[in-house]
Structure formats: structure tokens, C-alpha cells
């Protein structure tokens, strides 16, 4: 099968992550007779330098023909000034907004053999398998008004956090399909108790509730599920959430499974369903780790993990997504590892031999 993929590289380490994917899904074609046709261009940084715009009206367009989006990193010093008009991330939101991305998929799964390579117990951590649905549209940071003036008394800003029923109800689906195809539980986060916005979140998932009444639903104050995810996080399995909240807990996740160097993320256009091929963008959740670029340092086994999420929602190729994963799997319990998840005892190696090993892996060598 043919399969049109845009590809993003970024900023930073992005180039060099998106290097190494490419090879595992050259792997992935050789072994199963597909073919990826890869349209590469710039977004972030690279593109206001390039191009005036985070991203292009012409990324864009291609964006929006393609099967899928790969996307590495974006952002950098060089463009970190709080008074520029254009920024990085800007691209990344009107990615996320034009192409109606609204689901940001999540996954945290705790590898054994890298218990011990956190900050916490392994006996807290042994086990985690748990999955993020974050709302990606809508509201801190594309409510508005979203401003900034000069008063009399000084400097003010306003960001607004606002949500249609429309949208909680769409977001929250996807949270109760994906529940379904796991442990039926779905934990509902949000900040009932002094946002008004939260209460309408908390109504409406209710309501949704109603059409899944094989999926136990469980409310939880954002406060105390970022409790939960350093106190018991084998007790998660899907939590959905709003924007903000979603950005800010999924990082912290993160470090459950040792490094941002770990986590993939999809974010996709509609309902998650086996054998049913949807839109999407895949990235990993790091960032653009400028100080890391070009030092063969960076782990491209999140964007690789991305691919194969990639693999499995935008190509419905459940079969090629699983081999990826165990190809991760394997080189990991043979005891390969990046800077970011190094220990004792275990053979390092850089952005590109992890990429070999792993690609190797998946084509049978």
C-alpha cells in the first residue's frame, strides 16, 4: 500500500529524531510492501527564517492532502523573545487548528527494564500503562479574549479559558472509545470547584456517559490527579482533560518513564477506531533540546514510537505498529540506551545507532 506522509523536521533535535524514524519506516515498507512517499518541509523556527511564518500556507495545504503528519521539534533561544509577533509554537497551533486535530492521544508506559531509571520507586512505577486524551483546540489557548494593554495602573493580559459543549462532548468520546478497548475505565479531570468552565466539562461528560454504560467513570480535580500520577499511577488507565491541564500533567507523566526522550504522541481528527484509518499528526512530546543538537545525543525512540501510533490510527496497520514497538522493546532489554535513559552496566550509544538498532530490528536483521 502507498501512503503520503508530510514530514516536519523543526528546530533543534527535530531534524536529527525524524533522521532515525524515517529509517525504521523505510524498514517497515522493505518488510511489508508498503511504500511511504515522504514530502519534507519546514515548520517552527527553521520556517520563519525560511519563510516569515511559523508555518506556510503551502505546508499547510500539502498538510491537509496527505495520509498523516510527522513532526520532530520546534522552538530554539534564537526565537525565544516574548515580545516577537511570530513564534515557533505558533506553527504547532495552527497546525493543531487548521487541520481540526482536536484528540492529543498520550500514552505513559513504564518499560521494565527501566525501573530504576527515574527519580521514584520502582515499585511505584513497575506496571504504569496508562493513556492521556488531552482537548487540543480549545480552551487557554485559543479562547478569547486573549490580550494584553497598557492601563494607567500598569500592565494587564487576559487569556480565556472557553468550551462549547460541542467540543467536550467530541473530546470525551474519544476518552470513553479508547476506555472501552482497555481496562473500561475512564478518569474525567478537571476544576469543578472553581472554574465554570469545569462545571459545564463535568455536566457534559456526564451526559456523554449515558451512551457507554460499560465504562466506570470517575471525576477527578486536576490538583489531585497530579498527585495521583507520583502516588499511585498503576491506578490510572485513561484520563481525559482539557487543554491546559492536559499540557501540564502529560509532562509531568513523562517522567515516569525516565525521559521526555520516551513518550510519543498522536494528535488526530476523529474517534480512535480498530481498522479505521483517520488524520493525524505524530510527535514526540519533547521539545526542541537546542543544546543537544547536532551532538548525536538526542533518544529518537519517542518519535519512532510516534510512528508507529502513526502506523496504527492514520494506516490502520496494527500489525506494522506492533513490530516498531517490539523492535523498541527489544533493543531496550538488550541493554541499549541514549544519554537520557543511561545506567550502569548498559551500552550507550547516539541518535543514530539507537535508530540502526532499532531499524535493524524491524527488518528482521
Given amino acids: 500500500m502507498d501512503f503520503n506522509i508530510v514530514v516536519l523536521p523543526g528546530d533543534g533535535v527535530g531534524p536529527e529524531v525524524i533522521d532515525e524514524t524515517l529509517k525504521v519506516l523505510k524498514a517497515i515498507g522493505r518488510r511489508f510492501g508498503h511504500r511511504f512517499d515522504i514530502d519534507s518541509r519546514l515548520v517552527g523556527g527553521a520556517a520563519i527564517d525560511a519563510e516569515g511564518a511559523a508555518v506556510s500556507k503551502a505546508t499547510l495545504k500539502l498538510c491537509k492532502k496527505a495520509d498523516a503528519v510527522l513532526l520532530g521539534a520546534v522552538g530554539g533561544p534564537k526565537w525565544d523573545d516574548p515580545l516577537a ?159 491546559t491541564f492536559g499540557d501540564i500533567l502529560t509532562d509531568e507523566a513523562s517522567m515516569l518513564a525516565g525521559s521526555m526522550g520516551m513518550l510519543p504522541s498522536a494528535s488526530i481528527a476523529g474517534v480512535p477506531q480498530t481498522g479505521v484509518r483517520i488524520f493525524g499528526l505524530y510527535e514526540p512530546i519533547h521539545g526542541s533540546a537546542p543544546r543537544r543538537a547536532g551532538q548525536n545525543l538526542a533518544n529518537p525512540i519517542a518519535t519512532i514510537l510516534s510512528a508507529a501510533m502513526m502506523l496504527r490510527y492514520s494506516f490502520a496497520l496494527e500489525k506494522e505498529a506492533d513490530v516498531v514497538e517490539k523492535a523498541v522493546e527489544d533493543a531496550l532489554n538488550e541493554g541499549y540506551r541514549t544519554y537520557d535513559i543511561m545506567s550502569e552496566g548498559k551500552t550507550r550509544c547516539g541518535t543514530k545507532e539507537m535508530g540502526d538498532i532499532i531499524a535493524g530490528k524491524v527488518g528482521g536483521s
Fill in 85 to 243: 509577533k511570530v513564534r515557533p509554537e505558533d506553527g504547532l497551533l495552527e497546525l493543531r487548528k487548521s487541520l481540526a486535530l482536536f484528540a492529543n492521544l498520550r500514552p505513559v508506559k513504564v518499560h521494565p527494564v527501566l525501573v530504576n531509571s527515574t527519580n521514584l520507586k520502582p515499585e511505584v512505577i513497575k506496571g504504569v500503562d496508562f493513556i492521556f486524551v488531552r482537548e487540543l483546540t480549545g480552551g487557554l489557548y485559543f479562547g478569547k479574549p486573549k490580550k494584553r494593554w497598557q492601563t494607567d495602573s500598569g500592565r494587564k493580559a487576559v487569556d480565556s479559558m472557553l468550551y462549547s459543549e460541542q467540543e467536550i462532548d467530541r473530546i470525551v468520546r474519544v476518552g470513553f472509545e479508547l476506555a472501552r478497548r482497555r481496562q473500561k475505565k475512564l478518569i474525567s479531570v478537571d476544576k469543578a470547584n472553581v472554574l465554570e468552565s469545569s462545571r459545564l466539562w463535568r455536566q457534559v461528560t456526564q451526559e456523554v456517559a449515558k451512551d457507554y454504560p460499560d465504562v466506570l467513570l470517575e471525576h477527578m480535580l486536576v490538583d489531585a490527579c497530579s498527585m495521583r500520577i507520583i502516588q499511585n499511577p498503576r491506578y490510572l488507565d485513561v484520563l481525559v482533560t482539557e487543554n
